[in-house]
């Protein structure tokens, strides 16, 4: 915490002020920082990592298999390109709360990293069995449509990520993969199409931003692979 007066800080740090033990509190705090650094949303992530650990450590040391435990160390993972890490709570999550979307959320994009693409499916698709009108399921349809890319379905992995990229507008990197898919399904001139409604929607987003969003940093050399063809794919239509 700073040296801002309780009523001033995040919300997450408000209840820490009161009650530095409520779980929700601290989960709050490691997620969010968490989340901040993985998304590219902090301008300090070596504060934001310090802040999102030290609140993790806290509840690892309340109750380390608590629900708020598991789903603040499975992000954590992802911010620090853990993929491992996520998998191994992800597990812990799927064996202890295998009614939550979220537990399969963290296997299918821990999967999809770690190279086991249709295991990666599996997951996914069990998220959206589990919870199939919510406001993440089209991340996890987008999710699974990047693991049918990296497998080769190319086909299949349009069709899917369209629902991410119909869904939400503002976030392009579905798009993206929905132009790239066709263009290695050799529907060229579809690709064009969509990549040219993907640029007037985002005219700054770059293979740099792509390359950002999906980070390569300890993943498998198969997905590493699979990444360097959509980079390649997507400068080939023409993104700078």
């Not at 490691?30 to 509840?59: G, P």
């Not at 529907?187 to 770059?206: G, I, M, N, S």
């Amino acid at each position: 915490m700073d040296d801002r007066g309780p009523l001033d800080a995040p919300p997450f740090e408000q209840v820490l002020a009161r009650d530095p033990n409520s779980m929700r509190g601290l989960a709050g705090v490691s997620l969010t920082n968490s989340m901040n650094v993985a998304f590219s949303w902090t301008n300090d992530e070596a504060a934001s990592t310090q802040r999102s650990k030290e609140a993790l450590d806290r509840l690892a040391a309340i109750d380390s298999s608590a629900h708020m435990t598991l789903l603040s160390r499975a992000s954590f993972s992802v911010s620090n390109t853990d993929w491992q890490g996520q998998f191994a709570a992800s597990e812990e999550l799927v064996r202890n709360f295998p009614n939550d979307p979220t537990s399969y959320h963290h296997r299918c994009s821990s999967l999809l990293r770690l190279g086991h693409f249709d295991e990666a499916i599996a997951a996914c698709d069990r998220a959206i069995r589990i919870s199939p009108h919510e406001s993440r399921t089209p991340i996890w349809q987008g999710l699974a449509g990047m693991n049918e890319f990296m497998r080769g379905n190319y086909r299949a992995a349009a069709e899917r990520a369209r629902v991410p990229a119909a869904a939400n507008a503002n976030v392009p990197g579905f798009a993206l993969l929905v132009a790239v898919a066709l263009a290695n399904d050799r529907r060229h001139d579809e690709a064009k199409l969509v990549f040219a409604d993907f640029r007037a929607r985002h005219p700054t987003f770059d293979t740099k931003s792509m390359a950002s969003a999906w980070r390569t940093a300890n993943a498998d050399p198969r997905f590493v692979a699979g990444h360097a063809r959509i980079i390649a794919t997507a400068r080939e239509l023409g993104l700078p």
